[in-house]
C-alpha cells in the first residue's frame, strides 16, 4: 500500500525557509488523481493543515500561511514539497504529510487524509 | 475558515467503558467530518469518515454519529489500546480545520 516519508532538515534558524520533503512509495503519486497535503502539529497542541497540491500541480493553502507557503510537486521522483518562508518559533512543530483520499459515502464523495507520514520534527532556533 | 470545537477536552475511562466524544462545527459541513486516533509520538489514524463510515481495519466498537452541526465518537467497549487523543476534522471546505483535541486516559 501507499507510504509517505517525510525528509528534511530538523533544525531551521528564524527568518530563513523551511523545506520538507515527501517521498511518496509502494504506488505512483499521479494514480488516483489524490491531493498530497502538509499538516503540523506544535508540541502538545492540535492538528493545523497547511495546504495541498494537485498531481497537476494546482494549490490550495491555508489563509494564514499563504503569504509564506510554497507546496510543490515532482512526479518524476514521486515527491512533494514544502517551503515555509521567514520562520519563526511559532513555527516549531512536527510537520505530516498525508494523501487526501475520496471515498463515496451517502450519496456523495468524502475527502479524508490517510495514509500519513511519520511525521518529522522541525525546530526554529538560532 | 469553519470552528471545530470538542468536548470534553480531556476524560477519564476504565477498561470496558463506553466513551463518547462530541464534535461541534461552527456552520453547515452536512456529514463532512473525519475523526482520527493519535497515540503519542505517532501520526494520527483515521477511525470513521463522512461522520459515520467506519475505516477498513478500525474495530467497530468505534462508531460515529451526526446531528446538524453536532458529531459524535462513540466508543462502545474501551480497551487499552483505546487510550489516545481524539480529533474530529471538518472536510467540507477549505482550510480543513480540526478539532483541538480529546485526550482519553485511564
Known amino acids: 500500500q501507499v507510504q509517505l516519508q517525510e525528509s528534511g532538515p530538523g533544525l531551521v534558524k528564524p527568518s530563513q525557509t523551511l523545506s520538507l520533503t515527501c517521498t511518496v512509495s509502494g504506488g505512483s503519486i499521479r494514480s488516483g488523481n489524490s491531493y498530497w497535503n502538509w499538516i503540523r502539529q506544535p508540541a502538545g497542541k492540535g492538528l493545523e493543515w497547511i495546504g495541498r497540491?494537485?498531481?497537476?500541480?494546482?494549490?490550495n493553502y491555508s489563509p494564514s500561511l499563504k503569504s509564506r507557503v510554497t507546496i510543490s510537486i515532482d512526479t518524476s521522483k514521486n515527491q512533494f514539497s514544502l517551503k515555509l518562508s521567514s520562520v519563526t518559533a511559532a513555527d516549531t512543530a512536527v510537520y505530516y504529510c498525508a494523501r487526501d483520499t475520496v471515498a463515496a459515502a451517502g450519496g456523495s464523495w468524502h475527502n479524508y487524509f490517510d495514509p500519513w507520514g511519520q511525521g518529522t520534527l522541525v525546530t526554529v532556533s538560532s | 475558515d469553519i470552528q471545530m470545537t470538542q468536548s470534553p477536552s480531556s476524560l477519564s475511562a476504565s477498561v470496558g467503558d463506553r466513551v463518547t466524544i462530541t464534535c461541534r462545527a461552527s456552520?453547515?459541513?452536512?456529514?463532512?467530518l473525519n475523526w482520527y486516533q493519535q497515540k503519542l509520538g505517532k501520526a494520527p489514524k483515521l477511525l470513521i469518515y463522512?461522520?459515520?463510515s467506519l475505516q477498513s481495519g478500525v474495530p467497530s466498537r468505534f462508531s460515529g454519529s451526526a446531528f446538524g452541526t453536532d458529531f459524535t465518537l462513540t466508543i462502545s467497549r474501551l480497551q487499552p489500546e483505546d487510550f489516545a487523543t481524539y480529533y474530529c476534522q471538518q472536510s467540507y471546505s477549505g482550510p480543513f480545520t480540526f478539532g483541538p483535541g480529546t485526550k482519553v486516559d485511564i
Open positions: 456552520q453547515y459541513i452536512s456529514s463532512h
Open positions: 497540491i494537485y498531481t497537476s500541480g494546482s494549490t
Open positions: 463522512a461522520a459515520s
